[in-house]
């Protein structure tokens, strides 16, 4: 399965994944606003293509060339004037109007494509997320989710609108003046569209270029600063200045190479606009000179001509940036494309715990199916009881608890909670029936009662702090000038392993789950720290099904069961005793660690 996103999604897709934005079902409102803002659009184009017949009026009543001033009512140079002024501010103040209008429409949409974005992150596999490069990745959404206003209001309010607007010059154009003048004109921007569309298409494919680049720096910077106590543990500053620095050259000279090909894209664009004005204004000076055209008429052309020439250049940015987008976007619903790989099951109920027994029956499961991890596990964990876990490196300790909160399917088998299948109910009360205390805590850069609290959000104060009392953490929150509104810093890095783990236990406790998981919850601490967290982790089983994955035996000495798994397979099972009495891969586990730790 892929993991990243296809920056190859086609123009044609993306514009039809993002319509729906601009006309939704059931949204009234939006659909009111788009259409008001394309009312408001028309007037403001007839009122732009009819402003520089005031303009030619004036200047044959200035110059009393014409007789044509009489059909506007009779309104003389200064109030000629004047209405092409009016008529000027008019269409800039419905084009502001219809921006005004249309604003909510492209905000609405930027936030639920976001908010879309963001949720189909959280359910992608867990398989995803160990393979994601967190700085590619933000770039990413980010990039996208600005593309998505500018797209609808571009799709809305330059395409078609320009279309609109330069048809009615050139009708006008051949109906007051020549044919050949539309002809012309036709040329120029034939000529001018080609050569903006062709240089455009070859600058995406560099600037697609400048994005991966991008990316790979701003993956690259935050990598870096994530494992920031691990680049000054081994003295690797200027290592990692040098990767960040390679990948910047990369971009630095995709980015030269873009704005090379801008100078040359805007200098072939102004060659081909200047050759056309020049053509039609020498044709129309020389219909003055014949007397054929008033110099009113002359004026009239030239207005028409930069009338055009705006929405040329416009057209060419619009198109850079409509293209742009168009990528920024491709690879954004290049993620959304991404398949869930653990999906509820249509209509599936909500788990329901009546004591919380955990059963595996003939479980196969790896990561890479031609690698398995688990060999046809059968494990059953009875309601109200303490099972441990146990095995070197590599056994598929972990495996089971990912299994359990369901990260992943298994491969055959079975997995059930009180009878039912983890696959056959919804994640959600699955995940709201288990507690998982891991091996190293992770908190939230927020408050220290943010991070308590989020095992149940709707919790009081009071309940927060009955929590953290129960594990032991209370006094601790207290004695910090800020009490439970400290900050805990990124991933919690301002606390030490002992006081992560004691919030770690406290948010639990808070969620209060009939189904425990602890997967190595101390094995990363110092043995005196261990040891009271482990009474903590006592207090907190008691009641509950607990499923302990132990890496230091001595923890575990008093589970109901111990399990041994060696290579997949469980190997041994019994309470430590009896496992000690059998003299097998158990008791050599024990033994040697007793040597390891006697000899510290």
């Given at each position: 399965m892929s993991t990243s996103p296809d920056p190859e999604t086609s123009g044609i897709n993306v514009i039809r994944r993002v319509i729906p934005y601009l006309w939704p079902e059931g949204q009234g409102w939006v659909k009111r606003r788009v259409i008001f803002s394309l009312i408001v659009l028309v007037l403001s184009k007839l009122i732009a293509v009819g402003t520089p017949f005031f303009y030619k009026a004036a200047v044959d009543a200035l110059s009393g060339d014409g007789t044509d001033a009489a059909w506007m009512l009779g309104m003389g140079a200064v109030g000629l004037t004047v209405a092409y002024g009016v008529a000027r501010l008019l269409s800039v103040g419905f084009q502001q109007l219809r921006d005004v209008i249309f604003a909510a429409v492209g905000q609405r949409a930027l936030r639920q494509l976001a908010l879309e974005t963001f949720n189909h992150i959280h359910r992608l596999s867990m398989r995803y997320h160990i393979t994601r490069k967190t700085g590619g990745l933000s770039r990413i959404i980010e990039r996208g989710v600005k593309g998505v206003e500018f797209l609808l209001r571009f799709l809305l309010f330059s395409i078609g609108p320009l279309v609109l607007e330069l048809l009615m010059i050139a009708v006008v154009l051949a109906w007051v003046f020549d044919i050949w003048y539309l002809?012309?004109?036709?040329?120029?921007?034939?000529?001018?569209?080609?050569?903006?569309?062709?240089?455009?298409?070859?600058?995406?494919?560099?600037?697609?270029?400048?994005?991966?680049?991008?990316?790979?720096?701003?993956?690259?910077?935050?990598?870096?600063?994530?494992?920031?106590?691990?680049?000054?543990?081994?003295?690797?500053?200027?290592?990692?200045?040098?990767?960040?620095?390679?990948?910047?050259?990369?971009?630095?000279?995709?980015?030269?190479?873009?704005?090379?090909?801008?100078?040359?894209?805007?200098?072939?664009?102004?060659?081909?606009?200047?050759?056309?004005?020049?053509?039609?204004?020498?044709?129309?000076?020389?219909?003055?000179?014949?007397?054929?055209?008033?110099?009113?008429?002359?004026?009239?052309?030239?207005?028409?001509?930069?009338?055009?020439?705006?929405?040329?250049?416009?057209?060419?940015?619009?198109?850079?940036?409509?293209?742009?987008?168009?990528?920024?976007?491709?690879?954004?619903?290049?993620?959304?494309?991404?398949?869930?790989?653990?999906?509820?099951?249509?209509?599936?109920?909500?788990?329901?715990?009546?004591?919380?027994?955990?059963?595996?029956?003939?479980?196969?499961?790896?990561?890479?199916?031609?690698?398995?991890?688990?060999?046809?596990?059968?494990?059953?964990?009875?309601?109200?009881?303490?099972?441990?876990?146990?095995?070197?490196?590599?056994?598929?300790?972990?495996?089971?608890?990912?299994?359990?909160?369901?990260?992943?399917?298994?491969?055959?088998?079975?997995?059930?909670?009180?009878?039912?299948?983890?696959?056959?109910?919804?994640?959600?009360?699955?995940?709201?029936?288990?507690?998982?205390?891991?091996?190293?805590?992770?908190?939230?850069?927020?408050?220290?009662?943010?991070?308590?609290?989020?095992?149940?959000?709707?919790?009081?104060?009071?309940?927060?702090?009955?929590?953290?009392?129960?594990?032991?953490?209370?006094?601790?929150?207290?004695?910090?000038?800020?009490?439970?509104?400290?900050?805990?810093?990124?991933?919690?890095?301002?606390?030490?392993?002992?006081?992560?783990?004691?919030?770690?236990?406290?948010?639990?406790?808070?969620?209060?789950?009939?189904?425990?998981?602890?997967?190595?919850?101390?094995s990363a601490l110092d043995s005196e720290t261990e040891q009271d967290i482990q009474h903590e982790l006592k207090g907190l089983g008691r009641g509950r099904t607990v499923l302990v994955i132990a890496h230091r035996l001595s923890t575990i000495a008093d589970a109901d069961q111990i399990v041994v798994l060696e290579n997949g397979i469980i190997v041994e099972r019994g309470t430590h005793d009896a496992l000690l009495a059998a003299q097998g891969r158990y008791a050599s586990l024990w033994y040697r660690q007793e040597t390891e730790e006697d000899a510290a």
């Open positions: 002809v012309v004109v036709f040329v120029t921007i034939a000529l001018y569209t080609w050569f903006t569309f062709a240089v455009t298409e070859w600058r995406v494919k560099v600037r697609r270029i400048m994005n991966a680049q991008d990316t790979d720096a701003n993956q690259k910077a935050i990598d870096s600063l994530l494992n920031f106590e691990t680049v000054k543990y081994f003295g690797a500053e200027t290592r990692e200045a040098e990767r960040y620095d390679s990948a910047m050259e990369k971009y630095v000279a995709a980015a030269l190479t873009t704005s090379y090909s801008l100078a040359f894209l805007n200098f072939g664009q102004s060659v081909l606009i200047t050759g056309g004005l020049v053509a039609v204004m020498v044709m129309a000076a020389m219909g003055v000179s014949s007397g054929a055209l008033t110099v009113g008429d002359f004026v009239m052309v030239n207005a028409y001509m930069i009338q055009i020439t705006l929405p040329l250049n416009f057209l060419g940015s619009v198109y850079r940036e409509i293209r742009q987008a168009l990528v920024d976007m491709g690879e954004m619903f290049g993620l959304l494309e991404q398949p869930a790989e653990v999906q509820d099951k249509p209509n599936a109920p909500a788990l329901n715990v009546s004591g919380g027994a955990v059963s595996l029956k003939d479980v196969t499961f790896g990561y890479d199916e031609a690698r398995p991890i688990l060999k046809g596990i059968s494990l059953d964990v009875p309601a109200g009881q303490t099972v441990a876990i146990v095995g070197s490196s590599g056994s598929g300790k972990s495996t089971i608890g990912r299994l359990l909160f369901r990260f992943y399917d298994v491969n055959a088998g079975s997995l059930t909670i009180d009878g039912q299948d983890v696959r056959d109910v919804t994640q959600d009360s699955l995940h709201a029936q288990i507690g998982v205390v891991p091996q190293d805590t992770v908190l939230f850069n927020d408050t220290i009662r943010y991070n308590i609290a989020y095992g149940r959000p709707e919790a009081s104060f009071s309940e927060v702090e009955d929590a953290a009392k129960a594990a032991k953490i209370h006094d601790f929150i207290l004695s910090l000038p800020d009490g439970y509104d400290t900050t805990v810093g990124e991933r919690g890095l301002k606390l030490s392993g002992g006081e992560k783990q004691r919030v770690g236990i406290a948010r639990t406790l808070l969620k209060d789950p009939p189904i425990l998981l602890l997967d190595e919850a101390t």
